[in-house]
């Protein structure tokens, strides 16, 4: 995947995904995907109960009761897991403490705001991935095995931690990237309470890494705090992980990844976008849960590559908005549905007591067009995610949601930022297809040297252009930031024409905003609203097509004044490699701007911090 990453203080640059159009090498399994392709529709849905994932204390107990660093190890195996009743156990690729014991999402791992958590990732795949693995595009290459590295998405770390995506390491070290350093990481946990992510996060592997299983969910609490809310926390029946994702099968219960291009004559193997038919939750297809008639937090990660999840609840049950991705709202924010990018994390609470009594089921679902946003006037298909089965006896309920969650955070403020940069997505196309080869960010490969340089303690405005046909979940590492504003493009083609220049086949191109006439063709664009409950900080944001997103970076810690940093960070930003941004958007192959699953399609961008 192509990520741009920031080194020293904060360095960013942008990069892309590039076709390099040689034989691909598939893994060992990938002609053993003929058993057919699972009507989906067989399969009967809300059979399966919803799975508590297991739990991982992220700190240790010392003397007292005081809470100590943890040390953990946590492996990746290759593995079976059931997905559904009526399908055979699938081969995967899972988190685990054991082999016996790895699971699809991994472990939630529960850590404490201000005490560390050490872990050391193991790899235990095999010498070959089990999926169709395109070595034509930017990818790690190693001797042998299955290069992996794991990110920790929404975290707070030196880039030595952040899992960059050429600090990957295959089974027994038998091949490193080239910034390979150590399999142990340090995570401070120095950062506001909130919802994280782990996964993959291998150069041209990610998609494919992620898909096979390799992906679970990270907390980070505040006792004391949160307690003060009144809101369900600290796990247990009330307080839920749901972790969303596609997937298709074959009838022989086979993960099924077509290794066929939807173009050959462009690329034998390119796939945009990987879309499956079986919506899983916490690892089993279409599940239920019972439910007491009460509150309950659910907090949702859309872990899928391509697909967006626009969530609603029937018998008019609607959602309460308590955070997005890794921080707390200031207040909470009641919605009837919401749309959330693959990467993105909501935290809901739902109040189960006001399902009518006549009522014994509640379906989540979603009615979101794949690819998002689809054609002008398309009307996507409702499909069901998950149905709660909800108790008919009333109860007592000690929970409530206040007026105000956690207003000490730092509003957005435009006066901060010491500079204004320009993000330019840029998608380009073989002579005489609409078929995309790979996607620049400002007309740069990743491997390009950085341009982006954020000083450590600052603020930021980014402009991000997006001159593609698509939707980008937009991710930074390290840093959190704010959506200000977000506008349409006039005559958009006539401004991506003047911004790419002679550069039709990728490369440099004229990048340059003010000389296209960007404040013209910005004049009368519409005015996207940013939805009320994304408008606190986060670190995915939806960029959508056309448009300019006007986004607030911090490379500041949210907390500073509290914790006595006056704007550093608790470790040097600009030791290691780097961090990176990109799209998360995770596709078969290098083009377009995503997350750090971008390795295989998305564009990618490396940026480096310096010291202020």
Known sequence: MEVRRFLGACLLVSAAWQFVFQAAVLADDSDKQGAGLLDAGRLEKFVDKLPDMPVLRGYGVGEGGMLVAGELTVGMYDTTWKFHRDLPATRVFAFGTSKETATVPGPTIFATRGVPTHITWTNHLPPRHFLPWDRSLATARPRTGVPTVVHLHGGVQQSTSDGHSMAWFTSGFSSTGPHFSSPSYSYPNQQPPGNLWYHDHAMGLTRVNILAGLLGA?????????????IPTGGGEFDRNLVLFDRDFTRDGALFMNATGNNPTVHPQWQPEYFGSVVVVNGKAWPFLRVRRRRYRFRILNASNARFFKLSLSGGLRFVHVGSDSVYLAKPVVTDEFLLAPSEMADVVVDFAETATTSGAVVLRSDAPAPYPGDPGEKADTVAVMKFVVSRK???????????????????????AVLTRRIAMYEYTKNGTDEPTHLYLNGRAYTDPVTETPREGTSELWEVINLTDDNHPLHVHLAVFAALEQRSLRSVDEFRECMRGSASGGAGGRNDAEACGLPQHLAGGRRHAVPRQERGWKNVFKVRPSTVTTLLVRFRPLEEEAEGRSGRFPFDVTAGPGYVYHCHVSYFGPRRQRDDEANEDCALARSKCVKS
């Open 218 to 230: 990270y907390r980070v609490s505040d006792p004391a705090a949160e307690a003060k809310l009144g």
């Open 394 to 416: 009333p109860e007592h309920d000690p929970s409530s949601v206040p007026a105000v969650l956690m207003p000490q955070y730092p509003k957005p403020d435009v006066r901060e």
